[in-house]
DNA sequence: AACTAATTGTTATATTATTACATCAGAACT
DNA sequence: AGTTCTGATGTAATAATATAACAATTAGTT
């Protein structure tokens, strides 16, 4: 008997758990290469996320945390939150106040973010020539760029498709 | 004597008023030959995020509606918030839950938002280059668009320089 | 063992946003 | 003029998102 969530990751048919253990383990490696501590709880919310491509609230995660830490409270996911963002594992979705997990962590973390209205999934690109012209925009207005953030809503291809 | 945030105003070297002007007319032009109301209290709300070019938080725009509209309540806010977004007016600028005011309300209204973490001002650039390459993106990707959020925080040429 | 830095526990509270229902004002109709 | 309809606003309550502050604990270091 399959769940619902993990139907939907199969839509795409990839292996999702094939795909977890790949983002977890990249994590745990980037994580020791860089002498940071991917704790229990960092790692249970990593988890969790990655269960699937849908962005996930705060406080959703914090109510599926808590059958694992008792004593989860808004300050140990905003925590754990706060940490794998800065370690480029998950990604915020701004104009959704959500989080997703981060398929190239180890690579560059900025990225289009294609978020589809129907299946919920974020899908992530790397979108070069985008990336390219936008450097190239920044260059001219002489703007010394920190973070990005590439956000499209819309319908994905596979539920265009439907 | 001059506020602070005129001041602000004055270091791109543009009369403000003229700007607040343009954008305030504009849009009670687009809003006539749309056939919708640009009522008082939509028209204050958009005055005071016309007041600077910082993206301005909900709550601070309604201590700021208050002294004009006695009854003015969360709702009261977000409603013309709301209004305003659906008529291209203002941007919602997601990563920082925050609003500014949009110059090009007649013409296409997705850009790129140059956000200045020292001046905290908001420019909007059209960057057709980038947006040629996102719709051919896109195009690959086979995702249908909606709505286009690109966000980039950073140093503005201006603040840079000095 | 003692010290230090990082992590987590805990409580409280701040900030951002929505919902639901009542009221009001103006346009369109009778 | 009265009636009805629609869109806008008034009002209260509450939901959803996020942070601050300080105490306690744990992991690494000396």
Redesign the interface.
């Known amino acids: 008997m399959t769940s619902h969530t993990e139907l939907d990751q199969h839509t795409f048919e990839h292996n999702h758990n094939q795909c977890v253990s790949l983002a977890l383990d990249t994590a745990q490696q980037l994580c020791n290469e860089r002498g940071v501590q991917l704790t229990t709880i960092r790692f249970q919310v990593l988890s969790l996320i990655w269960e699937s491509h849908k962005a996930v609230k705060a406080y959703e995660l914090l109510d599926r945390l808590r059958p694992l830490q008792a004593a989860a409270k808004p300050a140990t996911i905003y925590r754990a939150l706060d940490f794998l963002i800065e370690q480029g594992l998950i990604h915020r979705v701004?104009?959704l106040n959500a989080f997703v997990g981060c398929r190239s962590s180890g690579q560059q973390h900025e990225q289009?973010l294609?978020i589809?209205?129907l299946c919920e999934q974020v899908?992530e690109?790397a979108?070069t020539?985008?990336m390219?012209?936008?450097l190239?925009?920044?260059q001219q207005?002489?703007?010394?760029?920190?973070?990005?953030?590439?956000?499209?809503?819309?319908?994905?291809?596979n539920c265009?498709?439907k």
Chains 1, 2 share one sequence.
């Open positions: 701004e104009s289009l294609l589809c209205k899908d690109r979108a020539d985008v390219t012209a936008l190239e925009e920044l207005a002489g703007f010394m760029a920190h973070s990005k953030a590439i956000e499209i809503h819309g319908i994905c291809a265009s498709s």
